[in-house]
């Protein structure tokens, strides 16, 4: 049974940083595109940044310079790294994997999120 468990959410002021991980279980999911996605209340999900098999990362614009997303093969995980901060990023952020090498906008799995709440 594949399992994705995502840890790091949090609150913290503008301008702070948060570190989300998210830990497969039940296969090999570094091995195939990953991403992380967020949805904030009442507005649709939308994909924050993915990552590769050979390990070629796509950041929203809306991120962009802000968040880097990076994976670790032995640990079968996948990070965000979020800094500067903005009330706009508060959303609950999922992580997802997929069954393809490169990134094709289709995720198999999906975990169940964790929560960034940004004040200002």
């Known amino acids: 049974q594949v399992q994705l468990v995502e840890s790091g959410g949090g609150s913290t002021q503008a301008g702070g940083s948060l570190r989300l991980s998210c830990t497969a279980s039940g296969y090999t999911a570094t091995f195939y595109c990953m991403g992380w996605f967020r949805q904030a209340p009442g507005k649709e999900r939308e994909g924050v940044a993915s990552?590769?098999?050979?390990?070629?990362?796509n950041i929203d614009d809306s991120v962009k310079g802000r968040f880097t997303i990076s994976k670790d093969n032995a640990k079968n995980s996948l990070y965000l790294q979020m800094n500067s901060l903005k009330p706009e990023d508060t959303a609950m952020y999922y992580c997802?994997?997929?069954?393809?090498?490169?990134?094709?906008?289709?995720?198999?799995?999906w975990g169940q999120g964790t929560q960034v709440t940004v004040s200002s």
């Open positions: 990552i590769d098999t050979f390990g070629t990362a």
């Open positions: 997802a994997s997929s069954r393809g090498r490169y990134c094709t906008g289709t995720y198999s799995y």
